[in-house]
């Protein structure tokens, strides 16, 4: 059974920056891609951001290109999001998600993902 572990919420002021941290109990976790999703109060799950299983390619969706950048340690089984200037629109639970196939595409489509975690919950708040 694969465990996805998400952390490093809170509450920030807008202009802000949070880190969010995901482990993934995955042997090969090396070779998946990996996304972080997020779902505000009363909206749909957005896709957020994902990279490629070694890292060299990352992905953001328009609202947070530029200020969210993805990254991971394939040593260390983790993927971090590191969001700068956040507003209030980034409110919201931020999931992450290991990929469906290996060395598969980073997808904004949450079926391609088989495993995610809890969440982390993220507040903007002045």
């Known amino acids: 059974q694969v465990h996805v572990v998400e952390s490093g919420g809170g509450l920030a002021q807008p202009g802000g920056s949070l880190r969010l941290t995901c482990v993934v109990s995955?042997?090969?976790?090396?070779?998946?891609?990996v996304s972080w999703a997020r779902k505000a109060p009363g909206k749909g799950l957005e896709w957020v951001s994902g990279i490629w299983s070694d890292g060299s390619r990352t992905y953001s969706a328009d609202s947070v290109k530029g200020r969210f950048t993805i990254s991971r340690d394939n040593a260390e089984n983790t993927v971090y999001l590191q969001m700068d200037d956040l507003k209030p629109e980034d409110t919201g639970l931020y999931f992450c998600g290991k990929g469906r196939e290996i060395f598969g595409a980073v997808s904004s489509r949450a079926s391609d993902y088989d495993y995610w975690g809890q969440g982390t919950q993220v507040t903007v708040s002045s």
């Open positions: 995955e042997v090969t976790f090396k070779n998946y891609a």
